[in-house]
């Protein structure tokens, strides 16, 4: 059965840093990839997403992400955090638009001044 | 499109109460998922449907649960008696199938109080 890694269960950086949030996941085959972001109280919000192709995709807010086949990897990055970043990030994973996602425990991201 | 709405946005019922919770999916899409957030178990997925019929209910976590999709636009999640530990946030998603461009769409949640 796939399964999903977030290895992270909380991140703190400064506001202006750099952040990459790590993801790995357990496949027999390429599956398709997601971000998502869940503020406090609210609904999960689609980052990003890969299929295929570049292997480097990105997403709403300044995210990317980049899928490496030989680390079963999707790991998510911004290049300077905002305040307002703050929250539950998910990764996820899916074979097709209509099996189910299945989803990483999440890492919270605290970002301070 | 007003995305995945779901209803109600917040309910507290006492233990050994019917609770139904409610999602209409985005049109069009076909598929539909029903996932439980928890702390402890992070998003579980309960049930899934696609063309409104039930493919996978290995998730739900007793009898007390029950899922319906009448037709395309409707479906209800139900707990019969609701106790405690079903206490949660159940979120719905709706999806089209090969559709690589649209992904998943989540509704708001439905946070569950059962006292």
């Known amino acids: 059965a796939q399964s999903v890694t977030q290895p992270d269960i909380h991140i703190t950086v400064s506001e202006g840093a750099s952040l990459e949030l790590r993801c790995n996941y357990s496949y027999g085959a390429t599956p398709y990839l997601f971000w998502y972001v869940q503020s406090p109280g609210q609904g999960l919000q689609l980052l990003l997403k890969?299929?295929?192709?570049?292997?480097l995709v990105q997403g709403i807010k300044g995210f990317e992400a980049e899928f490496k086949r030989s680390q079963s990897s999707f790991n998510l990055r911004k290049p300077s955090v905002h305040w307002s970043d703050a929250a539950e990030y998910f990764c996820a994973v899916g074979l097709s638009g209509n099996t189910p996602l299945v989803f990483g425990k999440g890492t919270r991201l605290s970002v301070i001044a | 499109d007003a995305g995945v709405i779901q209803s109600p946005r917040h309910e507290v019922t006492e233990m050994g109460q019917e609770v139904t919770l409610r999602c209409k999916p985005i049109s069009g899409h076909n598929s539909l998922f029903w996932y439980r957030q928890t702390m402890m178990r992070g998003l579980e997925l309960l049930i899934y449907f696609n063309n409104n019929v039930p493919i996978d209910d290995s998730g739900m976590p007793e009898d007390r649960f029950s899922a319906k999709m009448p037709n395309a636009s409707f479906s209800t999640l139900k707990i019969q008696p609701s106790e405690p530990r079903d206490s949660a946030v159940y979120f719905c998603?709706?999806?089209?199938?090969?559709?690589?461009?649209?992904?998943?769409?989540f509704g708001s949640g439905t946070r569950l109080t059962v006292v």
């Open positions: 890969y299929f295929s192709g570049d292997t």
């Open positions: 998603a709706s999806s089209l199938t090969g559709a690589k461009g649209n992904g998943y769409t």
